[in-house]
């Protein structure tokens, strides 16, 4: 379900989007309703899994945790992300 | 990031105070890792330590971030029948306490609410015995100050994100 319901309750989630049984628009999560998307597209991510992504590619890529490299990557998504951290 | 951008060391780059959910949102590869390659708690503690502090730099947000590690760690190296709810919360609290004085945050202490947690669990069933909203009265959500909109990431952050 992701960010459209992140924070709010199982009773809370039903009230607002009824059975979910599929991905929900982002743009109606309390943290990213300031940016104005492109799209009503659904099946956006957050920042947090790009971040995740970031980490597993480096350890991909290295074979080991080096935090210097996990944080350039980081720093790599960031500047690709369009809507702010 | 700004500040690892403008050259900050990474260990000291980390936003004051910060105790959002960031971390432990990207952490699970670590707790894939960890247990794939046999990387003992305490080890993996310090990395966590200084990969959380890059980015949160807080002690709520370190000890979420460690709690939260073995609390994956444990879910994934057990199989789902024979889990025990109030044992494995119970691990949680003697592995965390160490840290709770090393990091002595100021917004109540972990270990206190996970033994909270444990006593809301019910022994027969093994169930807990709290509604979602019961939850957030007890152990508090934090509200949306419209003035600092920050405010929800302090009460309550922990048990949300267990």
């Not at chain 1, 480096?58 to 960031?78: P, R, V």
């Not at chain 2, 980015?55 to 024979?82: I, N």
């Not at chain 2, 979602?132 to 152990?139: A, G, L, N």
Request: hydrophobic fraction near 40%; include cysteine; glycine fraction near 6%.
């Amino acid at each position: 379900m992701g960010a459209p319901v992140e924070m709010i309750t199982q009773q809370q989630i039903f009230a607002k989007h009824g059975k979910v049984e599929d991905y929900l628009p982002i743009k109606d999560n309390m943290f990213f309703k300031k940016h104005t998307f492109e799209s009503d597209k659904t099946g956006w991510v957050t920042d947090d899994t790009i971040l995740t992504f970031a980490l597993i590619k480096s350890y991909n890529e290295l074979g080991k945790l080096d935090l210097a490299d996990i944080f350039k990557k980081h720093q790599e998504e960031f500047e690709k992300f369009p809507y702010g951290f | 990031m700004d500040n690892i951008q403008a050259g900050v060391p990474i260990e000291q780059a980390g936003q004051k105070n910060a105790a959002g959910n960031g971390v432990v949102m990207k952490q699970f590869p670590l707790v894939a890792i960890a247990v794939a390659k046999n990387i003992s708690d305490a080890d993996m503690a310090e990395f966590i330590i200084t990969y959380t502090k890059a980015t949160h730099d807080s002690d709520t947000a370190v000890l979420a971030s460690l709690v939260h590690h073995k609390f994956l760690t444990s879910l994934l190296k057990t199989e789902p029948d024979k889990l025990n709810k109030k044992a494995l919360l119970h691990e949680l609290i003697r592995f965390i306490t160490p840290y709770e004085s090393r990091f002595p945050n100021d917004d109540g202490k972990i270990s206190t609410m996970l033994s909270l947690l444990s006593d809301c669990i019910i022994e027969k069933t093994g169930k807990l015995s709290l509604s979602d909203e019961e939850i957030i009265e007890i152990f508090g959500r934090g509200e949306l100050d419209p003035n600092n909109p920050k405010d929800i990431f302090r009460s309550g952050y922990v048990i949300f994100t267990l």
